[in-house]
């Protein structure tokens, strides 16, 4: 069963048990208030019979003490007083009637007669053939002998009227039902409609769809609202996610083809000279030439064996970091590049913030970053140039910095600078002996500190690298 029909019988079902409820409380009162009035009415019509009986009786010498005189006056009371709707008869303390203006034969059972005879004026509710009575007994005394004034009405009409309440209350209750259920089917449909969009969704994205959203048009601030709020948030969770790991996943594969091209290369020109060098006669200049051939591609096999290793290593090492003296650190490895370029034409200065800066790192790990970023620089700069590193602030923030004026890089080729085995001139990079895994690994080690790095380029005019811890 769908959700809105439940709710429909839900609502319903509650309806019905209110209704039910009031209808009965109302008719209860209805019927008790009616019933009430209607024997205080017929107790006081019998009390003003009784009255006139007991007057008669003790003042109308006309009566004589005798049965046939009593019973003559019966029978002119009883068709005096009473009608077609006012039943009386007098009868005998044994039940025995003496007069009555009724033929019908009304009367009680033995038990109903012992509990009368107890009282001096009693009442009694009774349902004959169809037709409620209130039958009124009321004790008196003539001629040393008890008799009884029995007043007879029909109060039928109170549940007539019950009856009739009851059957217009369902006949209410009934329109009302389908008045309900048609709003409430109404409003489930609208209540529903986010909630069948956000099933439409949930298929979408279990399909493989993650670019959609649920797009509300009533208040987002229910409950509705807010739980579409929350899916959509986890939606842009889950499509990150599977972003990031369909990145990775590629980053992963262009790794591989990267490192099988990067292996290939040089065993392919080490094979080919060794078949070359074995077919050949033995001739020195030639075998030199081939040898340091072999020896060059074996080093350069080695070098990228160990920085994969490095790679590998920083992922599941723990640093330990110290409190460093910026200054300090930057003149260290100024003196270590100055000595290392002294016969190039390339000027490397060092340029620091007027204000001390201090680094909590591994300081091995930033010197080792901050000269590859340094060799890099070297490696794109053109004849006579200069490049600048030192420390100064980036977005309000202390940073060192590396900065070029050489051949400078794309904006494609600054997204990818970080992969494993990217280079942007592959020739110009086997020339100087790069392997394409420097930048990933300043990557890592910025990463294992929590920080970033920034590049700003432009093409023949420079690149700078900024660090942020």
Not at 38 to 66: G, V
Not at 373 to 390: H, M, P, T, V, Y
Request: charged share 25%; net charge neutral; glycine share 4%.
């Amino acid at each position: 069963m769908k959700f809105k029909y439940k709710i429909v019988l839900m609502c319903l079902t509650i309806y019905t048990v209110a209704l039910l409820s009031i209808n009965f409380l109302i008719s209860k009162n209805t019927y008790d208030k009616m019933l009430n009035t209607e024997i205080t009415r017929n107790l006081n019509i019998e009390e003003t019979i009784y009255l006139n009986l007991a007057f008669n009786l003790k003042y109308n010498s006309s009566i004589e003490k005798s049965n046939s005189s009593f019973h003559s006056f019966s029978e002119y009371f009883v068709n005096t007083f009473g009608n077609s709707t006012l039943l009386l008869s007098i009868v005998t303390s044994s039940g025995a009637n003496i007069a009555s203006n009724y033929s019908n034969n009304i009367s009680l059972d033995k038990s109903e007669l012992n509990d009368i005879k107890k009282l001096e004026r009693s009442f009694i509710l009774k349902h004959i053939d169809k037709t409620y009575y209130m039958i009124v007994y009321h004790k008196f005394n003539f001629n040393g002998k008890q008799y009884h004034l029995k007043t007879i009405r029909d109060i039928s009409v109170v549940d007539n009227i019950s009856k009739e309440n009851s059957r217009l209350i369902l006949n209410i209750s009934l329109v009302v039902s389908i008045i309900i259920i048609i709003l409430t089917l109404i409003l489930t449909s609208i209540l529903m409609n986010p909630i069948n969009k956000l099933t439409s969704i949930v298929k979408y994205i279990s399909s493989g769809n993650y670019s959609k959203r649920i797009e509300l048009k009533h208040n987002k601030n229910d409950e509705i609202g807010q739980l579409s709020n929350y899916f959509n948030v986890m939606a842009d969770v889950i499509e990150d996610k599977i972003s990031t790991l369909e990145n990775e996943n590629q980053r992963k594969e262009n790794f591989i083809n990267n490192l099988s091209h990067e292996i290939r290369t040089p065993l392919t020109s080490i094979i080919g000279f060794s078949d070359l060098l074995q077919q050949k006669d033995y001739d020195k200049p030639s075998f030199d030439k081939g040898l340091n051939f072999i020896n060059s591609e074996g080093k350069r096999l080695l070098n990228i064996s160990k920085l994969l290793l490095h790679i590998a290593r920083l992922k599941q090492e723990e640093l330990e970091f110290e409190t460093i003296d910026s200054s300090i650190l930057l003149n260290e490895i100024y003196n270590t590049m100055k000595i290392k370029y002294k016969d190039s034409n390339i000027l490397i200065k060092l340029q620091l913030s007027h204000e001390n800066y201090l680094f909590n790192i591994n300081k091995d790990m930033i010197t080792l970053t901050i000269c590859n970023l340094i060799d890099n620089a070297f490696n794109a700069s053109k004849e006579d140039s200069s490049i600048l590193f030192g420390t100064k602030e980036y977005d309000n923030k202390p940073c060192i910095f590396v900065q070029d004026f050489g051949i400078g890089m794309k904006d494609d080729d600054i997204k990818k600078i970080f992969d494993p085995f990217y280079r942007i001139d592959k020739a110009r990079s086997r020339e100087t002996g790069g392997a394409g895994l420097g930048l990933s690994i300043c990557m890592e080690i910025m990463n294992l500190h929590n920080g970033k790095i920034i590049v700003e380029s432009e093409l023949d005019k420079g690149t700078t690298f900024y660090l942020l811890f």
